[in-house]
């Protein structure tokens, strides 16, 4: 694999898109920086990581062919990648928080940004931005945030920790291409954090609400059991609180 190690970038993200202006460029070409002056993590947010301290990458996925009502589908995809990398480093009590964020005890270790290019009705290829907290200690201002290093008794090497995600996303892209994609849904849901249990959620005229989750629809909206109806919300329509 081909990885292109930066010292600082305003974010691999937006590294990956121009030099995909600029010419033709391999599949699952790799971008790392050790450090982002303008990460950027789901809704809008700023991903924020100490220089050198963590993981911001992102691969480009090359030839998906996908139609846009199947996009979700890259979410799961990545998402499982990632747990399976860390189960192979022994990180414990791993889940998924809807849509695609990566928890270890109810602590956030891992984001995901994929900002895909949709051309005849397809997607095209995707640039997938993983941002992964290894070595950080302290993450001032921020609640339900951790790192490898706080929860691990053992220090991962970064570089290894890496390119054994981007394997697991060569061997679920391929295993994708050959199989239904109900499996990998099905696996995704087993991995959900907070299914089947009691839930505070924030909803979009900021009132409190209680449900339990139930699963993602095949659009990847999040299917929330509530005390009278069953509904399916977006990712702008819907916080979980706990």
């Not at 937006?14 to 971008?31: G, I, M, P």
């Not at 789901?42 to 924020?48: N, P, V």
């Not at 890259?74 to 849509?99: C, G, R, T, Y």
């Amino acid at each position: 694999m081909k990885i292109i190690k930066l010292n600082s970038t305003d974010s691999t993200n937006s590294y990956l898109k121009r030099l995909l202006l600029e010419r033709s460029l391999q599949d699952f070409l790799v971008v790392v920086a050790k450090n982002q002056t303008n990460g950027r993590g789901q809704r809008g947010s700023e991903w924020l990581s100490d220089h050198g301290k963590n993981l911001t990458f992102s691969v480009l996925k090359r030839n998906l062919l996908v139609s846009p009502d199947q996009q979700f589908m890259l979410n799961i995809l990545v998402s499982l990648s990632i747990v399976k990398a860390l189960e192979s480093f022994d990180v414990p009590k791993l889940s998924i928080k809807w849509p695609n964020d990566i928890l270890s005890d109810s602590f956030k270790i891992s984001g995901v940004l994929i900002e895909s290019l949709i051309k005849n009705n397809q997607i095209m290829h995707s640039i997938i931005g993983i941002g992964l907290n290894v070595n950080q200690l302290k993450f001032e201002g921020l609640t339900r945030v951790s790192s490898l290093k706080n929860i691990m008794p053992l220090e991962i090497e970064k570089e290894e920790l890496l390119i054994n995600i981007i394997e697991k996303l060569k061997i679920y892209f391929k295993m994708y291409s050959e199989s239904e994609s109900r499996f990998f849904t099905s696996e995704y849901e087993s991995y959900l954090f907070r299914k089947d249990k009691p839930s505070t959620f924030r909803i979009k005229n900021d009132k409190l609400v209680s449900g339990i989750i139930r699963g993602v629809s095949d659009s990847g909206k999040l299917c929330v059991q509530m005390e009278d109806f069953d509904k399916e919300f977006n990712l702008k329509e819907l916080k979980l609180v706990y």
